[in-house]
T-cell receptor, first 113, second 112 residues
Framework: AQSVTQPDIHITVSEGASLELRCNYS??????LFWYVQSPGQGLQLLLK??????LVQGIKGFEAEFKRSQSSFNLRKPSVHWSDAAEYFC???????????FGTGTLLAVQP | NAGVTQTPKFQVLKTGQSMTLQCAQD?????MSWYRQDPGMGLRLIHY???????DQGEVPNGYNVSRSTTEDFPLRLLSAAPSQTSVYFC???????????FGPGTRLTVL
């Protein structure tokens, strides 16, 4: 079955610290992977996506993610977190033969001053 | 471009009432979808459409109807609201998947 797992429901980091949010997927075909961010009371905004090519993907707001096929992972990273990064982050997977995206349950990020 | 717009922003219904959540996009996207977001469950796909006149069910379609008569509009209808449909509803549009989905601001629905 196709699925996305975000094992961390809630993460707290200090401002200026590094961040890694985990995402594992199960998908039968070549996966297309996405990270979205949702600020409180807002819709979702795309941070970055991976379709093919270089497995290290750069996104907006200084985020990056690395696709590791052997580990079925697509972890999101940021070297130095800002207070404005506090939000909920969703990983999603889709494929070329389907018209559906499957979302993880999200990771809520809190940033301490 | 307004992007994806949703109305209303907030709605309170009584059990058994019907209503339509509106969604419109001005990006000429073929693909549109409806999700519901519940705490701890992420986003779950309700229905989607790959073009005018074509719709299909997602993960949680029961209790919801959709139609797509134009490229721009994709309304979601609740025929007889139930408390289990209390949620935040998001509409999204995109070019044919897989591609970036653009989300509306959401409608917060409470069913009493």
């Amino acid at each position: 079955a196709q699925s996305v797992t975000q094992p961390d429901i809630h993460i707290t980091v200090s401002e200026g610290a590094s961040l890694e949010l985990r995402c594992n997927y199960s998908y039968g075909a070549t996966p297309y992977l996405f990270w979205y961010v949702q600020s409180p009371g807002q819709g979702l905004q795309l941070l970055l996506k991976y379709f093919s090519g270089d497995t290290l993907v750069q996104g907006i707001k200084g985020f990056e993610a690395e696709f590791k096929r052997s580990q079925s992972s697509f972890n999101l990273r940021k070297p130095s977190v800002h207070w404005s990064d506090a939000a909920e982050y969703f990983c999603a997977v889709g494929g070329g033969a389907t018209n559906k995206l499957i979302f993880g349950t999200g990771t809520l990020l809190a940033v301490q001053p | 471009n307004a992007g994806v717009t949703q109305t209303p922003k907030f709605q309170v219904l009584k059990t058994g009432q019907s209503m339509t959540l509106q969604c419109a996009q001005d990006m000429n996207h073929e693909y549109m979808s409806w999700y519901r977001q519940d705490p701890g469950m992420g986003l779950r796909l309700i229905h989607y459409s790959v073009g005018a006149g074509i719709t299909d069910q997602g993960e949680v379609p029961n209790g919801y109807n959709v139609s797509r008569s134009t490229t721009e509009d994709f309304p979601l209808r609740l025929l007889s609201a139930a408390p289990s449909q209390t949620s935040v509803y998001f509409c999204a549009s995109s070019p044919p998947l897989p591609d970036t989905q653009y989300f509306g601001p959401g409608t917060r629905l409470t069913v009493l």
